[in-house]
């Protein structure tokens, strides 16, 4: 796995690049694309219309796509490890978040191409991804997203907050083009009910075109949460940069995305025995750990100090997390 550079990089460069952006102007921007985002109709043009809208979208989204992605890519990594992507196909990856995740995920340069349909992102994304020797050479090309897209042999494929701007006929044409063309397709989605439904209609997907489902679940058998009582959703830290603060209207140095998401592929991978579905709760000589299991089922267990090295592995775990620890038994 890479460290943190990456991630440093990105927010020293976004804070490069946006320098000089007024920030009523720019929180402007922002409250105009929450509302379009938030909307229940999909659009037919493309949300980021202008440099201005752009570098609002950066400030405020790029941070937490990057941070929930990075996650998502993790999880899978760890179901494949020695595997690393030689090409990376991108849809509607906008300013490149998805990019910077993968480069933070996975060592060394590979080929790499993002789709969008706003020229303004692909055209901000291309001077970010200057600053990452990886990335330098990463293709930038405008697509429409739908049943007319087509897409050349890839080994992964990112897809992070899109389904939702699509139509549901456009949302199955993109899942069943990513799965033609890939070896591994990881789906980002918003930590809401309608990102988990979202995403769960893609792992249907997917699991019809014959691949497995490497994370977060530890089966690829029908999701045990209930529709309509609950929802699978995970949560990453985001570090605040000063214009990221100032665009939200937000004091804390950190904010927590929450975020759904499925990776799935058609190499051989080893999912994990159980999940952590809910962040553990740690009490006075235990921890109560939420998981989702490979029977499956969803299953609290209880860790106590009897259990001795598991107890410290079950006080250090977090939401999303793998359970057992490797060199640990299930209790």
Same mark, same amino acid.
């Given at each position: ?39 229940? #109709?999909?659009? $037919?043009?493309?949300? %980021?219309? /202008?440099? *201005?809208?752009? =570098? +609002?979208? &950066?400030?405020?989204?790029?941070? @937490? ?101 699509? #139509?549901?006929? $456009?949302?199955?044409? %993109?899942? /069943?083009? *990513?799965?033609? =063309? +890939?070896? &591994?397709?990881?789906?980002?989605? @918003? ?141």
């Amino acid at each position: 796995m890479n460290d943190a550079a990456p991630a440093e990089t990105l927010r020293r460069t976004l804070a490069d690049v946006l320098d000089g952006l007024p920030p009523r102007q720019a929180a402007q921007a922002v409250d105009r694309l929450i509302a379009t985002y938030r909307g229940a #109709t999909p659009t $037919d043009a493309p949300i %980021l219309r /202008d440099r *201005a809208d752009v =570098a +609002a979208y &950066a400030a405020y989204r790029m941070p @937490a796509t990057f941070e929930a992605v990075r996650a998502a890519l993790a999880a899978f990594a760890d179901t494949v490890p020695g595997w690393a992507p030689e090409r990376h196909t991108d849809l509607g990856g906008g300013t490149g978040a998805a990019t910077w995740a993968a480069a933070a995920t996975w060592d060394g340069a590979r080929e790499v191409t993002v789709l969008d349909w706003a020229e303004p992102a692909l055209a901000l994304g291309r001077e970010l991804a200057a600053a990452h020797p990886a990335l330098r050479d990463t293709r930038w090309q405008r697509a429409r997203l739908g049943a007319a897209l087509t897409l050349d042999a890839t080994d992964l494929i990112t897809v992070s907050y899109v389904l939702n701007e699509l #139509t549901g006929a $456009d949302r199955a044409a %993109l899942v /069943d083009a *990513a799965a033609a =063309a +890939a070896r &591994a397709v990881v789906i980002v989605e @918003a930590g809401t009910p309608d990102g988990y439904a979202r995403v769960i209609e893609a792992r249907g997907r997917l699991l019809d075109a014959g691949f497995r489902i490497a994370a977060p679940c530890p089966h690829g058998d029908t999701c045990p949460i209930v529709p309509g009582e609950d929802w699978c959703h995970f949560s990453a830290r985001v570090s605040r940069s000063s214009l990221h603060r100032q665009v939200k209207g937000g004091s804390l140095a950190y904010e927590d995305e929450k975020f759904s998401y499925v990776a799935a592929t058609r190499l051989p991978a080893g999912p994990a025995p159980a999940r952590a579905v809910r962040k553990p709760q740690i009490r006075k000589g235990q921890v109560l750990l939420d998981l989702c299991e490979t029977e499956p089922a969803l299953r609290r267990v209880t860790v106590t100090k009897r259990h001795g090295d598991l107890y410290k592995a079950a006080r250090d775990a977090a939401w999303g997390d793998a359970w057992p620890p490797a060199h640990a038994e299930e209790p």
